[in-house]
């Protein structure tokens, strides 16, 4: 089966600190993957996605995300975090079969801290 | 240009009470889809709606749970009998009838759903 893994649940950091959230994905075709950004009793907003070509994609507010297709991850970065970062990060992916609806990680919580 | 709306934000229901969450998609997008997060998890899977027919209903509960996304006006999930497990942040998302799995999801702000 299909699946994407966010192994971190919580990521605490101090503020201006760097910081990278990991998400794997299974891989038996084409993905696209998706990063999405929920602060609290939000919506889901897209932060960046990477659909093909340079494997860096640049987001927004300072984010960017590597697509490594041998070791099947999507990494998330930002080199210097502020308060404001402060939400739930979900990795997503859609794989090239058609399926149009995304699949889901089970998210990470940063925690950036004064 | 509108998102992704939801409504209600808040709903409380009593067990055995019907829900209906109401979702109307951005403007010119045919496209719509439900996700469920629970208390501290990610968001799951539910159903996938192009108007008036269901694609993918892989997500759904087989019983008391159904969709709808009319010709005309919003997309309906419905729940029937609600139980306390039901309790949980209800999100729609859309997308435009464009590239496939590509295409990137707008979610609206969820419809929070408590059952008493």
């Known amino acids: 089966a299909q699946s994407v893994t966010q192994l971190d649940s919580q990521v605490p950091v101090f503020e201006e600190a760097p910081v990278e959230l990991r998400c794997n994905y299974s891989?038996?075709?084409?993905?696209?993957l998706f990063w999405y950004v929920q602060y609290p009793n939000q919506g889901l907003q897209l932060l960046l996605k990477?659909?093909?070509?340079?494997?860096l994609v640049k987001g927004i507010n300072g984010f960017e995300a590597e697509f490594n297709k041998s070791q099947t991850s999507f990494h998330l970065r930002k080199p210097s975090v502020h308060i404001s970062d402060t939400a739930e990060y979900f990795c997503?992916?859609?794989?090239?079969?058609?399926?149009?609806?995304?699949?889901f990680g089970s998210g990470t919580r940063l925690q950036v801290q004064p | 240009n509108a998102g992704v709306m939801q409504n209600p934000r808040h709903l409380v229901r009593r067990r055995g009470q019907e829900a209906r969450l109401r979702c109307s998609p951005m403007?010119?997008?045919?496209?719509v889809y439900w996700y469920r997060q629970l208390p501290e998890e990610g968001l799951k899977f539910m159903v996938y709606?192009?108007?008036?027919?269901?694609?993918?209903e892989s997500g759904m509960p087989k019983e008391r749970f159904s969709a709808e996304f009319p010709k005309e006006g919003p997309s309906i999930l419905r729940i029937q009998q609600v139980v306390r497990g039901d309790s949980a942040a209800y999100f729609c998302?859309?997308?435009?009838?464009?590239?496939?799995?590509?295409?990137?999801?707008?979610f609206g702000q969820g419809t929070r759903l408590t059952v008493v």
């Open positions: 709606l192009q108007k008036e027919n269901i694609i993918d």
């Open positions: 891989s038996s075709v084409s993905v696209y």
């Open positions: 997503a992916v859609s794989w090239d079969t058609g399926r149009r609806a995304l699949t």
């Open positions: 403007k010119g997008h045919s496209h």
């Open positions: 990477y659909l093909s070509g340079s494997t």
């Open positions: 998302a859309s997308s435009p009838d464009i590239d496939g799995p590509k295409t990137e999801a707008f």
